[in-house]
Structure formats: C-alpha cells, structure tokens
C-alpha cells in the first residue's frame, strides 16, 4: 500500500518509515469482518468502475457473469 495514503499520525505511531520499501508499506490480513450488510453491493460497484473502462459488463440475466464487448472473454466471481 503507498505509504502516502496513510496519516501522519499513523505513520510515526507504527513508524512505517521505516519499514517502507520504494515508497511501499506491505500489509498481512490475518482477520477480516464479515457480515456487513452492504459489502456485497459496493464490492459490486467497485468492480463494475474497473472493468468497465478495460471494455467489460456484468450480463443482465447472471449476476456475477461478466463479457468482454469485443473478444470472446467471459469469466465469473
């Protein structure tokens, strides 16, 4: 993660500086927090903003099945 997106405070409190690499702080997930009610929706929307600029669409009928415009690609989540 760019150590720029972090605050001030956070950083001279865990003293990322230090342990930063080319301007980078590498991060381990070891818990997350499942449940929230939204997170389905906006995991959704993020992707959709993503995909769509590189030419990919979510299909009507399937959620969760995404096509390519132009090539033959379809994958899904």
């Not at 927090?33 to 769509?52: D, F, S, T």
């Not at 990919?56 to 415009?69: C, D, I, N, S």
Request: with cysteine; aromatic share 12%; hydrophobic share 40%.
């Amino acid at each position: 993660m760019p150590l720029d997106l972090f605050p001030e405070h956070t950083i001279e409190q865990y003293d990322l500086k230090r342990h930063a690499k080319n301007g980078f702080v590498y991060l381990e997930i070891r818990r997350c927090m499942y449940g929230l009610p939204q997170a389905g929706a906006l995991a959704n929307k993020l992707l959709r903003e993503r995909l769509a600029p590189a030419g990919y669409y979510e299909v009507a009928h399937t959620p969760g099945l995404w096509r390519h415009v132009t090539r033959p690609i379809s994958f899904t989540l």
